[in-house]
């Protein structure tokens, strides 16, 4: 499985912007998906994660209610809508692909990922 993650940029605080996690190799019809950040000088954090078969989605408390997970129609591509953007937003984010189909504890550790894009920086400035 092959990710390729696009769509970061440079916004506004208050902005938007929709990450894209496109797979080849494999649709996403059931594994889970999952959305990571790595800011400069911290460590790599969890952002959010869609189990695939049931598409449950689970969200960082801080990313609750401004990002939003969603899959195309044709299983290939996930997408991270990011709203309201903060300062504290700027970091390289990254998708990531299991293919167990992870309880919620467990999707949140980014060791069980197997397959990693090359990551899209993201950065919210005024």
């Known amino acids: 499985v092959q990710l390729q993650a696009s769509g970061g940029g440079l916004v506004q605080p208050g902005g938007s912007l929709r990450l894209s996690c496109a797979a080849s190799g494999r649709t996403f019809s059931s594994g889970t998906v999952g959305w990571f950040r790595q800011a400069p000088g911290k460590e790599r954090e969890f952002v959010a994660a869609?189990?695939?078969?049931?598409?449950?989605?689970f969200y960082k408390d801080s990313v609750k209610g401004r990002f939003t997970l969603s899959r195309n129609n044709a299983k290939d591509t996930v997408f991270l809508q990011l709203n309201g953007l903060k300062v504290e937003d700027t970091a390289t984010y990254y998708c990531a692909y299991t293919v167990p189909n992870y309880i919620a504890s467990a999707l949140r550790d980014g060791s069980r990922y197997e397959f990693w894009g090359q990551g899209t920086l993201v950065t919210v400035s005024s």
């Open positions: 869609m189990r695939l078969p049931d598409r449950n989605t």
